[in-house]
């Protein structure tokens, strides 16, 4: 077992992000653009010079990592190979190897991430069934993931990518992933999504959470992602008013979100406090999918819900600040470098991207690009890992991905 990621490596490299432009990789692969910088390493987009088909190249440094660091890339890289095995995970193509840096290729997904499709794109919200489609992939995902016995520990719809128009969801980023059921990684992931038990202090020596509920959680925020368009409170903690007053009343949440009341019994199952009696990933399947109305808002022709009960007790400032901006900025260019910013009071503004905690080498996969490629199309068998040997030159002819899987992409019931 791995235990809390190291502190954050000071990485050091030779070669700046946009000096590898033009490389290519294997013979086959040409780096033609920079679709992100993280701390940890750079995004690039490729293209197969054989095929046309564009990639993702997520470029690890090795320069400045001690042997601990290293083993945690490299479960990143095992864990998301392990569980791309899903439609609903972003495939892990190759891993490429060269003397100073380790060159993950994934799919690509030219729509971005899940969080820019909602604050700049509009999808999602005021759209029930693409909603409940999407959420319907992301829970396959996860578990799928579960019963591999891995526990993504920060989900949260950056780490999710978008392709086909909005219809299929992915998952991606597994730097925090584990394969510890328990676990006594608190603070891990992004506050926003962090469950209750993930963010209290330890209060005795060998303290520890179970993992899977605290995915369940995660997966009840981004719910209210797809459906509203904002986060239900910033912490899930006795410190945060909008929290304390959901604790108080178990209709504040439609009080304050215009979600049906089917929608918020779910929610109550999926916010309960108690780890232990938290809704399981089936229960929450089979609810979603027999739930006949999402929200009181959506433009879809779905039965009619009655109105919520109205609630007075609101901190204003935590209601304001759950609001989306009207206009969101615009994405950085592919050259520019990725600078999150931090802000103490925005719940679900384009600003508040959240760099996830308790990670020594997590690079965010959320990447987006204005670049006119189609998506892959096809999803490829997984590698066989080298990891310091010879580069792995991708084969001339590869296996359809779902000739080999037993899963599909779900198809919501509506």
Not at 35 to 47: F, K, N, T
Not at 276 to 285: G, S
Request: aromatic share 10%; with cysteine; charged share 20%.
């Amino acid at each position: 077992m791995l235990l809390t990621p190291p502190p954050s490596p000071q990485l050091a490299t030779s070669l700046a992000p946009e000096d590898r432009l033009g490389c290519v990789l294997a013979g086959r692969l040409e780096l033609v653009s920079i679709l992100g910088i993280g701390a940890y390493g750079v995004v690039y987009q490729a293209i197969d010079r054989l095929t046309n088909i564009p990639y993702a190249v997520k470029a690890l440094p090795k320069a400045g990592l001690d042997s601990r660091q290293r083993r945690f890339q490299r479960r990143e890289i095992a864990l998301h190979n392990q569980a791309s095995q899903h439609p609903n995970v972003v495939s892990l193509l190759r891993i490429l190897d060269s003397p100073d840096c380790t060159f993950v290729v994934i799919e690509f997904c030219p729509e971005g991430d899940l969080f820019s499709n909602i604050t700049e794109h509009g999808r999602f919200v005021g759209d029930d069934q693409l909603a409940k489609h999407a959420f319907l992939q992301i829970l396959d995902a996860v578990q799928y993931c579960h019963s591999t016995g891995i526990y993504h520990r920060d989900l949260k719809p950056e780490n999710i990518l978008v392709t086909n128009h909005g219809h299929t969801v992915k998952l991606a980023d597994f730097g925090l992933a584990t394969t510890d059921s328990v676990t006594s990684d608190f603070g891990c992931g992004s506050t926003f999504y962090m469950s209750p038990e993930c963010q209290q202090a330890p209060t005795r020596p060998y303290a520890r959470y179970a993992a899977a509920p605290n995915d369940v959680w995660s997966l009840g925020v981004i719910l209210v992602n797809l459906t509203c368009g904002r986060n239900p409170w910033k912490k899930a903690s006795v410190d945060d008013s909008t929290f304390r007053a959901f604790l108080k009343d178990p209709k504040f949440l439609s009080s304050i979100l215009p979600i049906s009341p089917e929608l918020n019994l779910i929610l109550r199952r999926i916010f309960e406090c108690d780890p232990t009696k938290r809704i399981t990933l089936q229960e929450l399947r089979d609810m979603i999918i027999n739930c006949p109305r999402l929200t009181t808002t959506s433009y879809n022709n779905l039965p009619p819900s009655p109105p919520s009960s109205p609630y007075v007790y609101v901190d204003s400032m935590d209601c304001a600040n759950m609001a989306l901006p009207p206009s969101p900025p615009a994405s950085p260019p592919p050259h520019q470098q990725f600078r999150p910013h931090s802000s103490e009071w925005s719940l679900f503004e384009p600003a508040s991207k959240q760099n996830s905690s308790c990670s020594s080498l997590s690079t965010d996969s959320g990447y987006e690009s204005e670049s006119p490629f189609p998506d892959a199309g096809q999803r490829l068998a997984p590698p066989v890992f080298n990891f310091y040997g010879n580069v792995i030159p991708l084969n001339e002819h590869e296996k359809p991905y779902y000739a080999q899987s037993t899963y599909a992409p779900t198809v919501a019931a509506f």
